[in-house]
């Protein structure tokens, strides 16, 4: 194995918790759906049944999405703080490994292996549970899980969103590194008081609101960018339950704006700051070994 | 046969704060170097420096490269314990044998087991789990396991009992020392040392104060117990530390003449830590 397989599987071990927490997720979900009680809705169109197991199928992908998201900016902010707290770093820095390698290594934990851990976690325990709501619930509404195309939609999805996503939070995730490499405490009070001091700044001095607008977009922005959000009506269909109208995307695949993405400006500004941010957090890395 | 660690016009500064002050130094292969020198002398920044773990100014060199930008590259063949119980807390021993074996290309992993295997230490262990001084033991196994060319330690036996730290430099100067190596120590436990260095370094407010072999000592120093009759004639020699203790007045001379000296009393060469206080001490007590 070469440096970089060690180092990730060193994250591993460190932080056991990106694995324990999809399983416990995923457990938990589980025997909800083996254990608990609901009603079922009645479904009789095909269409229906479609729309039904779009939304149940990608529900449990945003549920550990979610987390996931919370769990990797607390790694982030933890992740080149921790071992200056506790002194180990000066162990890590014995041994013939780059602060680049260490830094990058990090960042790819983060961005890419934590994702793909979750990734996994959701599949299985979306495959489980569409297995047990089969024999537990009517035949109709266990046959809306099996669709074949959402499967596969769901998987490109979730690797559309990873990649995605990775792209457009790069520099989220590289400030957050900034500020566990260089602050001494609190790095939660850190990640927040630069940006809004910059803006409450702009906003007395100048009046204006652009580094507001750039920090909204970065946060908020996402989703318009990666996804088709128009009201274009080629990308939704109204489904009708008895009474109820229910909205949703034609399909998972017709969603994704990988053009539009990649294409956005936005999207390579941000990569360049995201750059010029982990460049920045190596070179603190070299120069603080303690807190 | 180029010096192995060579510092010119070495400085270090913490703000308004010189640690080290135009330092120069040289060490050469398969000696053994203890740095001594109060707290806050510079020892620990000076350390760090060639280890590459700050940035400094003036030139430095460490197994020909410059030790903040090779770091990575430099612990190939460097290794260091700086200070104590800096074991990550949540590593087993064993995914810590595995990840040094992993990253290490000259680390023995049979040594390092071989160096566990004589402590109640087992591989399933958190390091969180151990005492101080097994942590220390498994973070020296860690490091004695590696065939490095220079080895620093500071204060590398802190926390361990008596009979560990006699265990501990046994060990190193028997099983780990040959000529290829060398060894840069820093402890303030300097009698303990003393016996198994080469070479000694002061360091007081940033300057080398001191830069020696043990057997020079000899040469230029001497320590003189002088009766009482006589002290004022051997004051006349100008030494530069006189201490009373029991009654006795010991005077130290530099660049001695010894046949001159004996006629105040008693010669000796002073110990490594008797000359430490000496030097930095500073004039007649």
Redesign the interface.
């Known amino acids: 194995m070469n440096t970089y397989a060690w180092l990730i599987k060193r994250e591993f071990w460190e932080n056991r918790a990106i694995w324990v927490v999809p399983s416990v997720i995923g457990v938990l979900l589980v025997l909800l759906a083996l254990f608990g009680r609901g009603q079922f809705i009645t479904l009789t169109t095909p269409q229906q049944s479609h729309v039904v197991g779009q939304m149940v199928l990608s529900a449990f992908g945003v549920t550990f999405f979610v987390v996931m998201s919370i769990y990797s900016t607390w790694y982030l902010l933890d992740c080149l703080y921790g071992d200056r707290k506790d002194r180990s770093v000066l162990f890590w820095k014995s041994l013939p490994i780059s602060d680049t390698a260490t830094v990058l290594s990090k960042l790819l934990v983060a961005l890419i292996v934590i994702p793909l851990v979750y990734f996994v976690a959701a599949d299985v325990t979306t495959l489980l549970i569409a297995f047990i709501v089969s024999v537990r619930a009517s035949a109709a509404l266990g046959g809306a899980l099996w669709h074949a195309d959402l499967w596969l939609q769901l998987q490109i999805l979730w690797l559309y969103v990873i990649i995605t996503t990775a792209i457009w939070f790069l520099p989220v995730a590289a400030w957050l590194m900034v500020i566990s490499a260089w602050a001494k405490r609190a790095v939660m009070l850190w990640t927040v008081l630069p940006p809004l001091a910059l803006y409450l700044g702009e906003r007395w001095i100048f009046g204006t609101r652009y580094v507001a607008v750039a920090l909204h977009d970065r946060l908020l922005g996402y989703a318009p960018q990666a996804f088709h959000t128009g009201a274009d009506s080629s990308f939704w269909i109204t489904t009708t339950f008895d009474k109820d109208q229910i909205i949703t995307p034609s399909s998972i695949w017709a969603l994704l704006d990988p053009a539009g993405f990649f294409s956005s400006p936005q999207t390579w500004i941000g990569v360049a700051v995201g750059a010029a941010l982990v460049a920045g957090a190596i070179q603190l890395r070299l120069r603080r070994t303690e807190i | 046969m180029p010096a192995l660690i060579e510092a010119r016009d070495l400085t270090k500064k913490y703000g308004s704060f010189v640690a080290l002050d135009r330092a120069n130094f040289t060490i050469q292969t398969g000696r053994i170097v203890g740095l001594i020198g109060p707290n806050g002398a510079g020892k620990t920044s000076a350390l760090?420096a060639i280890?590459g773990?700050?940035?400094y100014e003036g030139r430095l060199q460490v197994l020909g490269r410059e030790p903040?930008r090779d770091?990575?590259?430099?612990?190939?063949d460097a290794?260091?314990?700086?200070?104590v119980?800096?074991?990550?807390?949540?590593?087993?021993v064993d995914?810590a044998i595995d990840?040094?074996a992993?990253?290490?290309?000259r680390f023995r992993r049979d040594r390092a087991l071989g160096l566990l295997a004589k402590t109640q230490i087992t591989g399933s262990r958190r390091i969180r789990e151990l005492s101080k001084g097994m942590k220390t033991q498994v973070?020296l196994a860690l490091?004695m396991a590696i065939d490095a060319r220079l080895l620093v330690l500071d204060e590398p036996t802190l926390g361990l009992d008596i009979l560990a730290r006699r265990g501990f430099y046994d060990a190193l100067v028997d099983d780990y020392m040959d000529e290829s190596r060398t060894i840069l120590i820093t402890t303030h436990q300097v009698e303990e040392v003393e016996n198994l260095l080469t070479d000694v370094m002061f360091i007081d407010k940033g300057h080398i104060v001191l830069d020696c072999s043990v057997e020079e000592i000899a040469t230029r120093y001497a320590a003189v117990t002088v009766t009482a009759d006589h002290i004022d004639a051997a004051r006349a020699e100008k030494p530069f530390y006189e201490r009373r203790t029991l009654g006795k007045t010991v005077l130290y001379f530099e660049q001695p003449r010894s046949e001159a000296l004996a006629r105040f009393g008693e010669v000796h060469t002073p110990s490594v830590s008797d000359l430490f206080v000496a030097k930095l001490s500073g004039g007649v007590q």
Do not use: E, K, Y
């Open positions: 760090r280890l773990l700050t940035a903040f770091r990575a590259l430099l612990m190939n290794c260091f314990i700086a200070d119980a800096v074991m990550p807390s949540w590593i087993r995914q990840f040094v992993g990253v290490h290309p973070h490091t």
